[in-house]
């Protein structure tokens, strides 16, 4: 366990960082931990908090000022945000490796803030500065001035990351199929900008030179050659192991834990309910309160179909793992500054004027990681007959829930265009109706929340907090 003050990796924010072994494997998991606070109610249990797929526990605690997990220590709550294998500070074999591999993903993290969160920054006090000066509208040599300095941004960005890839390389050829994934999605990339009439082409040659770098991303990171893990890895293996370790710290007297899971953290959480359900144990889980979350996407429409067609190819070409967070670094600029050529992406995050610009940009930047693409192929039974299946497809996780005797409160955003409602809610009716708390959180005429905007949207605090906590709460009981 790590302490504030202690020689440890600055990223993490919490008072501790504990360290969870995981049976049968090597991996080391991270719980985040934030102690109650002195001031408020003792509580009876410990709350767990899962985050959503490709994340880490950054998104639980973006600042002092913006911080679910914070909030919920403060509420009295022993608060503790697990990174599950392969997200964040949780690592893979013993201490020297583990520190060498953060180090490395320390780096690539720094030169990525550094280079385009701290450029992009400075663009955007240029382009304030311009407004305020009386000009709403951006001139075409301005927009081809902006696009130069995207060109600076990303030829930065991509040295740096050159720098520290070009140390001790994996097998030459292996994971060609992640290559050929890379130079795909490149093409697709250039499609989308070439089909912009108003876009200058000076950024052709930017898409060649950070697909090239990104080319020997994989041949760097051992992590990658062993993404072979699932959902179903999660729920049977890390989600027990942080638990008991969790009970093991804090001792609550009738052996429970709250949850909170955000998107995939709230997948997570019904189908350990389903699955107890169906084999005749207990949970060890007080209550659960889920964010955007459901086994069954079905009926919505949602905007993860989107990437449905990518599923054939990824299983046929055997892609080991799908880089989130490299692209998202790679499209923030894109969807946040003129010409806002990926500027629905936002939308995909928060709702207008619903997250402040700086705490945008570190969501962004800094939440994202590589996920193996076992895992995608596993979450995309959402969208199946039947809803979420294990992994042997046998297995349909909604079939049980109703089962389940554990208080629930699912929670949607109005503009949520990952889970809508009609998703949350295609969930929510399966689960009787007098354990099941169901709240869209949204106005006609704003606020509106979108995905993110549940766990870090400016008004959250005020709006959606407390209904956690006052639901939190009342089932604490021992």
Sequence with gaps: MEKRGEKRRSICTADELHRVSVSNSDWKLALWRYLPSPEAPVRNHP?????????????YDLSPESSFARYMSAQGFDTWT??????????????????ECLKNFSEIDSAINNDIGESSAAFASEVRQKKRGGSEAITKSEEMRFTVRFKEIFKSMSERLAGFLNRDSLDE???S???????????RLRAIIEGQQSFPAQLSELQDRFAAT????QKQYELIVKCDWDFDHYLEEDIPAAMEYIKAQCQPRDGKLLAIGHSMGGILLYAKLSRCCFDGKDSGLASI???ASSLDYTPSRSSLKLLLPLAKPTQALNIPVIPV????????PLASYPPYVLSWLNSQISAQDMMDQKLFEKLVLNNFGTVPSKLLLQLRTVFQEGGLRDRSGTFFYKDHIYKSKVPVLAVAGDQDLICPPEAVYETVKLIPEELVTYKVFGEPDGPHYAHYDLVGGRLAADQLYPCITEFLIYHDMD
């Excluded at 199929?177 to 093409?187: G, T, W, Y």
């Excluded at 990104?214 to 991303?217: K, N, T």
């Excluded at 692209?327 to 923030?332: P, V, W």
């Design 173 to 175: 050829g292996k994971d």
């Design 47 to 59: 709350l767990l908090l899962l985050s959503g797929v490709a994340t880490n526990a950054i998104g």
């Design 82 to 99: 697990l990174e599950v294998r392969g997200a964040g500070l949780s690592t893979l074999g013993d201490r020297v490796e583990e520190d």
């Design 289 to 291: 309160v889920t964010l």
């Design 325 to 332: 967070g490299p692209l998202m670094a790679t499209a923030y």
């Design 214 to 217: 990104l080319e020997e991303f």
């Design 177 to 187: 199929a992640f290559v050929s994934q890379i130079k795909d999605l490149n093409r």
